[in-house]
């Protein structure tokens, strides 16, 4: 899969401009604060229907102006794209692919698949368990429409669960059958969404293992800390294991069981890698599970996402580097950089220099 060129209008520091890639390294070079990153958000947003980083759309309009235009236009196996991505100040979103509109988020997914690197993927193992949610949610949501969709449908209906918790704790009430019924749909969604996660934990297991061995001969474990701690994950005893749980959900007001608790246990020759392994080590784990991410969209679509890098490899040792290099070779990859020493830098390679939202 890869991109050939990007349009924006009015997005970020960008007035207008037209991008044209290689489909293989491209670096996007040039000093801070320049509008690099804007570049890899305005892809990444293809694929996932929203910015990594904006908290709400209207931040990607350029200040003064009251729309957002990016046209992208890539290619797969089997197809060629043209997507368009527009936002109007104070309207909605509207995303059309080949001229069709696009109504729901999870059909948008399974078009365009990318992997961002990005510094912050150390979080991946120090950060919260939202953050390791998220990296799950984003690949296996790229390749199953039906995943998002539950995923989805399970959290209105916890969000209807959760205020009916603080109703039933303010009349004093400990136990209810409309929870009863929030808790029928829940374990519906859950158990789709548990084999999913399930699947999907057991392959980056294998994936990322295999990788951090090649990168420092460690052993890399990743296992799957369910929210939902029964024997079986049938939506049955789901549903037993959510009723069980009732009286002491009341009392705290809040959901206390299920997959929106859900997390990843990641360790390092055998402990914990949030609280013993090295900051190098972190980052070496951190590295190995987004390239085990890509690997597993390519193992599983037949095709190698699009790569973002974001400000990555400075952050690399010189071996690492090296090895990140060679994992992506023949691969479509978005470098950013304010390194003018391209020393990751291929004949193969398109040099982009960006400057002040434009490309000179
Ligand atoms: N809505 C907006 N309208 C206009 N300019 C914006 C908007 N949002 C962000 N910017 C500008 O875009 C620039 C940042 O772009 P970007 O994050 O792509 O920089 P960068 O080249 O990646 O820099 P660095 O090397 O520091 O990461 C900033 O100057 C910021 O003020
Ligand atoms: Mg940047």
């Known amino acids: 899969m890869h991109i050939s060129s990007l349009q924006l209008t009015n997005f970020r520091n960008y007035e207008k401009e037209k991008i044209e890639f290689s489909p293989h390294t491209n670096v996007i070079y040039g000093d801070n604060a320049q509008g690099k990153t804007n570049i890899l958000e305005a892809v990444y947003i293809f694929s996932q229907g929203r910015s990594q980083r904006a908290k709400t759309d209207r931040e990607l309009i350029r200040f003064g102006s009251d729309f957002a235009r990016l046209g992208l236009e890539f290619h797969d196996n089997e197809r060629d794209y043209k997507a368009i991505f527009q936002l109007i100040k104070n309207g909605k979103k509207n995303i059309k692919i080949n001229g069709v509109q696009i109504t729901r988020l999870s059909k948008l997914m399974n078009y365009l698949n990318v ?181 597993y969209i390519e193992n599983t679509k037949n095709e190698y996402p699009v790569l973002l890098l974001d400000d990555i490899m400075s952050e690399l040792d010189a071996h690492r580097r090296g090895y990140l290099s060679e994992r992506i070779r023949g691969r479509q990859v978005l470098i950013t950089s304010t390194d003018t020493d391209l020393k990751y830098s291929t004949d193969n390679t398109k040099l982009i220099h960006i400057k002040n939202g434009a490309v000179i």
């Not at 390092?268 to 890509?294: C, D, H, P």
Request: glycine content about 4%; proline content about 2%; some cysteine.
């Open 115 to 295: 992997v961002m690197f990005s510094p912050e993927d150390l979080d991946l193992v120090k950060g919260s368990p939202g953050a390791r949610r998220r990296f799950i949610d984003s690949s296996v949501s790229q390749l199953y429409p039906g995943y998002l969709t539950s995923l989805i449908d399970y959290h209105k209906a916890l969000g209807q669960k959760s205020s009916l918790l603080k109703t039933l704790r303010a009349k004093g009430v400990k136990s209810d059958t409309m929870l009863s019924v929030w808790n029928e749909q829940l374990a519906a969604e859950a158990e789709k969404i548990i084999k999913y996660r399930t699947e999907f934990i057991k392959l980056i297991d294998d994936y990322s293992a295999k990788i951090q061995s090649e990168i420092s001969k460690e052993m890399l474990k990743i296992s799957y800390a369910p929210g939902t701690k029964c024997d079986a994950w049938d939506k049955d005893t789901i549903y037993r294991y959510f009723e069980k749980n009732q009286r002491r959900e009341i009392e705290f007001a809040t959901a206390q069981v299920g997959v929106q608790r859900d997390d990843l246990t990641i360790s390092v020759n055998g402990k914990e890698a949030r609280l013993y392994a090295s900051q190098g080590q972190q980052r070496t784990a951190a590295l190995s599970m987004k390239i085990a991410q890509a690997d």
